[in-house]
């Protein structure tokens, strides 16, 4: 089982970054995705989810407006799209799986977990 996270680097506030999570090694469309950021120094923080189907989504307070889950079960890929990025934004941010239940920000609390992918808002 894999979730590789991609997309991430170093923008300016104000722009705009896409992440991208490739599943492998399980039935990805079976299972609830979730994005989860941690920042240096903090807890991990949840940030979005969405449902087998792709028909609901969920963020967080933070970033709603901002940011956009999606995914492509035909290609086994969790997409977030983060616009406006502030630097509060920075933080190393996790694809995750999970087969029920509300989306939270502990690992323990799904299935599957990535190994992340570095987001850095500066000018």
């Known amino acids: 089982v894999q979730l590789v996270e991609s997309g991430g680097g170093m923008v300016q506030p104000g722009g705009s970054l896409r992440l991208s999570c490739a599943a492998s090694g399980f039935t990805f469309s079976s299972y609830d995705m979730s994005w989860v950021r941690q920042a240096p120094g903090k807890g991990p923080e949840w940030v979005s989810a969405?449902?087998?189907?792709?028909?609901?989504?969920y963020y967080a307070d933070s970033v709603k407006g901002r940011f956009t889950i999606s995914r492509d079960n035909a290609k086994n890929t969790l997409y977030l799209q983060m616009n406006s990025l502030k630097p509060e934004d920075a933080a190393v941010y996790f694809c995750a799986a999970k087969t029920f239940g509300w989306p939270t920000s502990s690992q323990f609390d799904y299935n599957y977990w990535g190994r992340g992918t570095q987001v850095t808002v500066s000018s």
């Open positions: 969405i449902n087998t189907g792709g028909g609901s989504t």
